[in-house]
Every structure is written in C-alpha cells, then in structure tokens.
Nanobody
Framework: VQLQASGGGLVQAGGSLTLSCTAS????????MGWYRQAPGKQRDLVAT???????TYEDSVRGRFTISRDTAKNTVTLQMNSLKPEDTGVYYC???????????????????WGQGTQVTVSS
C-alpha cells in the first residue's frame, strides 16, 4: 500500500489547513486510517484515527479543533485543522492499516503503511 499525503503549509495561528492522504496499490480493505505528527526533537504521536466503520479517536489537544474523515470509495483520509496553534507545528504523517487476502494460503495478510509526511508550520 502506498500513501500519498498533501496539504501541509505555513499558516498563522488561528488559521486552517486541510491534509489529505490517498492510498493506492494492492489491498482488499483499509482498516484504521489516521494522522500522526512529529514535532522537532520529539517522537511521533497520534493526532486522530478513524476506523473502517467510522469510529474516531482524537488526541486531547486537538479535539474540537480538528476533524478526521474518510472516503472509503476513494481510499482517502482527510484531516481538517481549524484554530491552529504554534504547538501544532510538525511533520504530519498519514498511516493506514490494510488487509490483503492471500488466496494461495487462504488467509488474510495485515499490513501497516506510512505516508511520506507533510510539513505543517503555525506561526504565532
């Protein structure tokens, strides 16, 4: 599974950005999809996830400001970010969990894929 992310950029505090990530390649299902961010010098942390059936999880600091959604038909996950703060600055990565049926052995193969990352910079 290949993930292509887009939509990062530079914005002033209080502004908005929309990140999109599209999956391509060979798979039968995309399960959980989500966004993670990595601030300079810090580890990569969860921002938001959405399951195949629409169950959503947000990191506490973004709840109420960010909205995650997905288009199953287009294999796309989107993160709408409003009321951005300087502490939201970082590289944002999309992640997808996939299932591919191995017909030779009649069993599912589970995979995890990451996008290339897109920079979000929020100036004060």
């Amino acid at each position: 599974v290949q993930l292509q992310a887009s939509g990062g950029g530079l914005v002033q505090a209080g502004g908005s950005l929309t990140l999109s990530c599209t999956a391509s390649g060979r798979f039968d299902h995309l399960n959980d999809m989500g966004w993670y961010r990595q601030a300079p010098g810090k580890q990569r942390d969860l921002v938001a996830t959405i399951s195949r059936y629409g169950a959503i999880t947000y990191e506490d600091s973004v709840r109420g400001r960010f909205t995650i959604s997905r288009d199953t038909a287009k294999n796309t996950v989107t993160l709408q970010m409003n009321s951005l703060k300087p502490e939201d600055t970082g590289v944002y990565y999309c992640k997808a969990e996939s299932t591919t049926m191995d017909h030779k052995w009649s069993r599912p193969v589970f995979g995890t894929s990451w996008g290339q990352g897109t920079q979000v910079t929020v100036s004060s």
